[in-house]
């Protein structure tokens, strides 16, 4: 693996998932392999998990791993070719990158969507220009459109609730479902999501949100879709909750119904299904206390599973 940005850059997904599983039964069990190796953690935008996950990840391989809050300690660093720089942005990443290569072996990188400018967004400069100018394996820390280490994580947690039979189904019924919110969010867990659970192959997949809330194609195809919540929660084994703004009228939040929030009566529905968030959670908007504090609830669970997702990336790209 030469980098983590996609589902494209995951090969085998059971094979990275088996491996997860080792990590987690047996953390230190390659405790030399990134000896004398160096991982910079750069974050353009806020992270609790992701950031602490990828650190103990590193470190239980031997890695060092280096953080940079570029968007408060670093200099403003400016993206687009050719770019005349006379405002706000003092460094160019094609200045910037290549040194960053220099000190470190791997590079993780979080920069979220400006919602603004949909082809913008969508077309990933920001993780890309590090891609094109570091000359080291880039992975995402969440990107633009995409969350790839969490939608493994998804997966991970997903197959040890099979794997531990406190699911029945062999193949189970998993259902996204959008959630209110006090602000538009990016759509990037739910795309990852998406376009993981498609590349997986291994679940049927519904997806339910009310009208105007369509995801990308790209992402969705392969899986039903209904803007008919109680419909799709029959006899589901797992729902993924999470809210995002509209993609076609980019960046918009549109009906914020409180009805779509997930509660014990709607979980009445399903085949006692586990319920799912990548966090932070807002409580009683997009999830009820009632969900996240019982005991279907996996949030917990999925968050810890975070770092075996991120040691099993790191582990494929140090031996490559
Ligand atoms: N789920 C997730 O990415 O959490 P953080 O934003 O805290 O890293």
């Not at 990840?57 to 809050?69: C, K, P, W």
């Not at 997903?158 to 039979?165: F, N, R, V």
């Not at 997806?207 to 589901?236: R, S, V």
Request: glycine share 4%.
């Amino acid at each position: 693996m030469t980098q983590f940005i996609s589902v494209q850059d995951a090969g085998n997904i059971n094979a990275l998932v088996k491996k997860a599983l080792d990590y987690k039964a047996n953390p230190l069990m390659d405790q030399l392999l990134g000896k004398g190796k160096r991982i910079g953690l750069l974050f353009l935008n806020p992270s609790l998990r992701t950031r602490l996950s990828t650190q103990v990840a590193a470190s239980n391989l031997g890695m060092e791993a280096i953080v940079f809050n570029v968007d408060k300690e670093g200099w403003a660093l400016e993206f687009e070719e050719g770019a005349i720089m006379s405002g706000n942005t003092v460094e160019h990443i094609k200045d910037a990158a290549p040194i960053l290569g220099q000190y470190f072996d791997v590079l993780a990188i979080r920069t979220f969507p400006s919602l603004k400018n949909r082809e913008d967004d969508y077309s990933e400069m920001y993780i890309n220009q590090f891609i094109k100018y570091a000359g080291v394996p880039v992975i995402s820390l969440e990107s633009a459109t995409l969350h790839p280490l969490q939608s493994l994580t998804d997966i991970i947690t997903i197959q040890e609730e099979i794997l531990a039979q406190k699911t029945s189904a062999s193949r189970p019924k998993i259902v996204l479902t959008w959630a209110p919110h006090i602000k538009p969010l990016p759509q990037c867990v739910a795309n990852s999501f998406a376009q993981w659970v498609n590349a997986w192959g291994e679940a049927d997949f519904v997806i339910t949100h009310p009208e105007d809330y369509e995801l990308a194609e790209q992402f969705t195809n392969g899986a039903t879709i209904t803007h008919h919540q109680d419909e799709a929660l029959q006899n589901a084994d797992f729902v993924y909750v999470k809210n995002w703004s509209t993609y076609t009228d980019y960046g918009k939040m549109y009906e914020n119904n409180p009805a779509w929030m997930l509660t014990n009566q709607k979980l009445a529905l399903t085949n006692q299904a586990k319920i799912m968030h990548c966090l932070p959670v807002r409580r009683n908007i997009e999830l009820s206390d009632e969900i996240l504090d019982g005991s279907n609830s996996l949030v917990t669970k999925q968050a810890g599973n975070r770092v075996w997702a991120a040691q099993s990336v790191l582990s494929a790209i140090l031996n490559s």
